[in-house]
Nanobody, 120 residues
Framework: VQLVESGGGLVQAGNSLRLSCAAS????????MGWWRQAPSGKEREQVA?????????KYSDSVKGRFTISRDDAKNTMYLQMNSLKPEDTAMYYC?????????????WGQGTQVTVSS
């Protein structure tokens, strides 16, 4: 599985962005997908939102709950992150992650990231 993020950019605080993560391969729907971010200055990578296979269950970090919405379109092999009411502290590189655990092992893939910068 190859993952390619897009949609990042520079926005003012209070505005919105929508990130996309396009995946290759025919097994996209089996994977649980997530968005992670890593802020500048060496902070640890933080899980932002997760959506499981089938799209029924989602989970958000407390820092984005109520502002961000994760979704997926399995027909298009694409996952999205709608980010509203952006804050300067949302500035980070955002990464797409796909993970699948089977009886034969765990398959874990990452994209290259897309930069989001929020100015005050």
């Amino acid at each position: 599985v190859q993952l390619v993020e897009s949609g990042g950019g520079l926005v003012q605080a209070g505005n919105s962005l929508r990130l996309s993560c396009a995946a290759s391969g025919s097994t996209f729907s089996f994977y649980s997908m997530g968005w992670w971010r890593q802020a500048p200055s060496g902070k640890e990578r933080e899980q932002v939102a997760v959506i499981i296979s089938g799209g029924g269950n989602t989970k958000y970090s407390d820092s984005v709950k109520g502002r961000f919405t994760i979704s997926r379109d399995d027909a298009k092999n694409t996952m999205y992150l709608q980010m509203n009411s952006l804050k300067p502290e949302d500035t980070a590189m955002y990464y797409c992650n796909a993970i699948l655990t089977t009886d034969w092992g765990t398959y874990d893939y990452w994209g290259q990231g897309t930069q989001v910068t929020v100015s005050s």
